[in-house]
């Protein structure tokens, strides 16, 4: 059954697929902020959020998000329904097939968009980062986490994808992110980081911010230049 989450498609055209609706964006945060709940508030015994590494810290993030929040009645209408599947460091390959074994953090399969160009790469993309002292902003967020969207590596059919941070005390999106994309030289910012209006802040989590960003490479199945990727970011606090 159709939610009317999702925008007609353009049938003018297979490339970019049809956007994603903000509905769907925000739902999908909300789960993930439930599941950030969880880990602070009950974590598993062994499990140390302050000290853990990004990949524990994103495992034990899928694993609560999926098996304690997914389809559980938690929050309201992250289901089913409205999705089909999350997935963690799923194989996808970039814009060209030059590199077959992508692995974004986490994929959100997305129900009711049967008439998508490549379903296998019809998802919303989610990239993870730590934010701290040792993870700045720039070099590690943007250089490592945003640029592989801007290259092609992730959501290449897509207009729009989440990061999410794991943030320290005294990381914060502004001016955190911003001074970092004003910076660099290897992410091409075309609308700089402004809170979505439609969301709130968490006890354990800041609102969601957006940023614009222009892509450079071509579609091999078109011929023709990417459009830009709007990307969507939850930091979410550690301490």
């Keep these: ?99 077959l074994d992508k692995m974004p953090d986490l994929l959100f399969g997305l129900a009711d968009r049967p008439d998508v160009f490549r379903l296998t790469q019809d998802w919303l993309f989610v990239e993870c980062k730590p934010v701290d002292s040792m993870h700045s902003a720039g070099v590690h967020y943007c250089g490592k986490g945003i640029i592989r969207f801007v290259k092609g590596e992730y959501a290449w059919a897509m207009t729009s994808a989440l990061m999410v941070g794991y943030a320290r005390s005294g990381y914060t999106i502004l001016p955190k992110l911003a001074d970092a994309l004003k910076a660099s030289s290897v992410v091409s910012t075309l609308e700089y980081p402004v809170h979505c209006r439609h969301s709130k802040a968490g006890l354990n989590s800041e609102v969601v911010h957006i940023t614009r960003h222009a892509r450079r490479f071509i579609y091999v199945e078109t011929k023709q230049p990417a459009k830009a990727i709007t990307i969507r970011h939850l930091w979410l606090k550690r301490e």
């Design 1 to 99: 059954m159709s939610l009317g989450f999702y925008a007609e498609k353009d049938r003018t055209s297979v490339l970019p697929h049809p956007h994603i609706s903000l509905p769907v964006f925000l739902v999908v945060e909300n789960g993930i902020r439930a599941a950030w709940e969880l880990i602070r508030t009950n974590p598993r015994p062994g499990f140390d959020l302050l000290n853990a590494y990004e990949d524990v810290i994103t495992h034990e993030l899928h694993e609560r998000l999926y098996d304690e929040i997914f389809n559980k009645n938690v929050v309201e209408g992250f289901d089913r329904e409205l999705l089909t599947v999350v997935t963690r460091e799923s194989k996808v390959r970039n814009y060209d097939g030059a590199t």
